[in-house]
């Protein structure tokens, strides 16, 4: 829009006047409306009539103001409501007069009598007139479906076919929190919509169902929208953007977005059948619809700081958009086509789908849960199933910043689209990624090796352990899982000591699981770390007397399998000066807790006051894409550099590497190590108060959101519950919160979820946790 034009004074008034009556032989009493570009004004004949009067800005196109009048005529025939120009004494739709010596344009469109959508109460507006709306803007877009016009041709500040980057070139005119916002739907936009825009079908739209654009009048069933005014946004565009613009105005100051959302759709559908596509898209294209209102806003109060209408506007635009926030957009767009096309979500049947996995596949295979779930769909803390249900996630520590995460996806397709090559090439990627990996390590850690797992990251930190030492022996902790390489299974004791193990080889030496609960010695203090580090010097006895040297130790910053057990205070330091002592290097394998989960620092091993020697990241590196990193000290990778080249496929690929950066991104801009710091205290103290109510929880324990509560049959003998903590993740995954068990007798409920998991969450997995534990002292475990 542009800035309001010149006053309305008595004589131009008195002008205008004049030449109505001179070209349209009209005469009455005119009074001037409000306007922008056009002069406007209301003319009264008697008890005759009314009619609008419009003097287009001289730099208005012709070829635009026919456009509006042509488009007028087409919705008339149509039957649809809507101002049309009358003709002057010569025929013609527009009469060319001159103000001042200005040229200008003059129309005169009938008028329409009714009230503005927006002046009604909250009240007034609800789904019938919805309903209207979408009625309304469906027949719109029929009436349009074979109207043509040069004119529509152009661009606008308003065309959501060109939103995103308009919306790129203002955004920076935004608050920091605005400008979070809509970086965030522009992400979900280049996601969701960006690849599909060719599958949209195109026509002229009208561009502006605003709530001042809509008439209504009363009648006996209610207030009914009668009229569409306005022209003056129509373009050629996107068909699907009329009902999205639409939409974005009806949800605005509304509690429930989706049913507003649902009500409109489902009646434009029944005038203008909408394609899958179509439905898909509508959810994102809403968002971007009021992103681009908070942006233009923006910019049109630099011009007018103390235009309250603008202030207002944004607030109500910046509302609605955190309100889409909470919502995905893939399960909204579900729910229109089924509710549009009868859709649901194509693919196989569970049934089938186990008995394809029996033929093609190992039976190592696993699948959880007694009925297994077939998950189609993630986003943020949840997952989604083929009938629409959300299932909160609460044991996916890949998926770290949220499961799909616009950002992290838009990262992956942009650079897949543009390039995915290897590391033999000079690549912007890699270095970028490499310099803010290192910056969240110690100096010390200063070279990166990039790999595809974190099975991967394991194997080559021992090849360089062996590379710097000379030595292979290698001391891990009881308990520990390293990975599914056989290097990494040899270091695994969770595996050679478990089902289908083969017990240690002669080169790996266990020591004891520092475990504070019920490890041979208790608590968290510096006397327990220290007495369970002196059974590194067993170890090393036992490396010496082999008449060999120890290579590396290895461990889990904060142990995983082994039950989700934090280690004593200053058990990593006292272990880390033996080994070193003896010649050897200390691996802090981070692949589970790395990446803010602990919420109080970046790293696991940052909370035991150390600084490895090599540092392996794996599973939240990538958010679910396959990527990993051995991160050391410059010293341990000239060791290994003796002439064997290390190249690695896809490790360091420019993709992968652009993927790494927006995780990075991601958990900086949204804060996410703070929310997971915030959050698992809020569950520990919750889960505290639950374990003086029920005796089942004989520990509640963790960092941030890795957390571990056990249960046990007897707090004094701690027999470990397995039975019940069976039932619990079964009756849990009913409630739709997915769970599972860890620890060598199974009986701990491990936590990890991704890092957008937040209170509503935690309150959401407290209700049904405290229900099930309720539920489950009524029930007989006894074997």
Not at 281 to 287: R, T
Not at 388 to 415: F, K
Not at 625 to 642: E, G, Q
Not at 705 to 719: A, C, I, N, Y
């Amino acid at each position: 829009m542009e800035a309001s034009i010149e006053p309305q004074s008595a004589t131009l008034t008195k002008q205008i006047a004049a030449l109505l009556q001179q070209h349209y032989g009209l005469q009455g009493l005119l009074q001037p409306l409000p306007g922008y570009s056009d002069l406007n004004f209301l003319l009264q004949l008697g008890d005759t009539g009314r009619y609008i009067v419009k003097v287009a800005n001289s730099a208005e196109s012709l070829a635009v103001l026919d456009l509006q009048n042509k488009a007028m005529q087409a919705l008339a025939a149509a039957d649809i409501a809507v101002p049309e120009a009358l003709a002057n004494r010569a025929g013609t739709l527009i009469t060319a007069i001159d103000l001042h010596g200005e040229a200008r344009w003059l129309r005169v469109l009938s008028y329409l009598p009714g009230r503005c959508y927006g002046e009604l109460t909250q009240a007034d507006k609800g789904p019938a007139l919805w309903q209207q709306l979408g009625a309304l803007l469906g027949k719109v877009s029929h009436g349009f479906a074979n109207f043509e016009h040069v004119a529509a041709y152009r661009e606008l500040d308003w065309d959501l076919a060109t939103a995103y980057r308009l919306c790129r070139k203002k955004i920076y005119l935004l608050s920091a929190q605005r400008e979070s916002l809509v970086q965030h739907f522009l992400a979900l936009y280049q996601q969701q919509v960006r690849p599909v825009l060719s599958q949209l079908p195109q026509s002229v739209i009208h561009n502006d169902a605003n709530d001042y654009n809509l008439l209504l009048q009363k009648a006996d069933l209610g207030w009914q929208i009668t009229g569409l005014l306005d022209f003056g946004d129509m373009l050629y565009s996107h068909t699907i953007n009329e009902l999205a613009v639409a939409c974005a105005y009806a949800i605005l100051n509304q509690a429930d977005p989706v049913q507003v959302i649902k009500t409109v759709t489902a009646a434009y559908h029944q005038q203008h059948p909408l394609t899958e596509t179509e439905l898909q898209v509508l959810p994102c294209l809403i968002a971007l619809r009021l992103c681009l209102s908070l942006c233009n806003s923006a910019q049109a109060s630099l011009a007018e700081p103390d235009n309250q209408y603008i202030l207002i506007s944004a607030t109500a635009a910046e509302q609605a958009l955190i309100q889409l926030q909470q919502l995905d957009f893939i399960w909204v767009g579900q729910l229109l086509k089924q509710q549009c096309l009868g859709q649901v979500e194509p693919g196989r049947s569970g049934h089938e789908l186990r008995q394809l996995r029996q033929r093609y596949f190992s039976k190592t295979l696993s699948l959880s849960y007694q009925q297994p779930l077939k998950i189609v769909r993630g986003s943020g803390a949840y997952l989604y199933d083929e009938a629409g249900l959300d299932y909160l996630d609460m044991v996916n520590n890949v998926c770290h910043v949220g499961h799909c995460h616009p950002q992290v996806v838009a990262a992956g397709q942009q650079q897949m689209a543009l390039l995915n090559t290897n590391t033999r090439y000079l690549h912007d990627n890699l270095v970028d990624y490499a310099e803010q990996l290192l910056a969240t390590m110690p100096s010390e850690l200063s070279v990166c090796f990039f790999v595809n797992s974190g099975s991967e990251a394991n194997e080559l930190a021992f090849r360089l352990a062996r590379a710097a030492t000379g030595q292979r022996d290698l001391i891990v902790v009881d308990g520990a899982y390293h990975g599914n390489t056989q290097a990494c299974i040899d270091a695994s004791p969770y595996k050679f000591d478990g089902p289908g193990g083969e017990g240690a080889a002669a080169h790996i030496h266990k020591v004891l699981l520092p475990d504070p609960y019920r490890g041979r010695y208790q608590g968290y203090s510096q006397a327990t770390g220290a007495a369970y580090a002196a059974d590194i010097s067993r170890a090393l006895a036992d490396i010496s007397a082999a008449g060999r040297q120890v290579s590396a130790f290895i461990c889990e910053s904060l142990q995983g399998v082994a039950g989700q057990i934090v280690m004593p205070d200053g058990y990593l330091q006292q272990v880390y000066s033996l080994v070193r002592a003896a010649g050897g290097l200390c691996i802090a394998d981070e692949v589970q807790v790395g990446f803010g989960r602990v919420g109080s620092q970046m790293w696991g091993f940052q909370t035991q006051r150390v600084v490895p020697d090599i540092v392996t990241l794996g599973k939240p590196i990538g958010n679910g894409h396959p990527m990993a990193a051995v991160i050391t000290t410059r010293a341990i990778a000239d060791a290994f550099a003796n002439g064997m080249e290390f190249f690695n496929t896809f490790g360091g690929n420019p993709v992968s590497c652009a993927i790494g950066s927006a995780v990075l991104k991601v958990l900086q801009q949204e804060q996410l190590p703070q929310r997971a710091l915030e959050t698992g205290l809020y569950l520990q103290q919750q889960l505290r108060q639950l374990q003086q109510q029920y005796p089942i929880i004989g520990d509640v324990r963790g960092m941030g959101l890795f957390l571990g509560v056990e249960l046990v049959t007897d707090r004094q003998s701690k027999t470990a519950a397995t039975a019940e903590m069976a039932w619990l993740v079964e009756f849990m995954k009913q409630q739709r919160i997915l769970l599972s068990s860890e620890g060598p007798d199974a009986n701990i409920l491990k936590m990890k979820p991704p890092l957008v998991f937040g209170r509503n969450e935690a309150n959401r997995f407290l209700e049904s946790f405290s229900q099930g534990l309720s539920v489950m002292q009524t029930l007989n475990f006894t074997p």
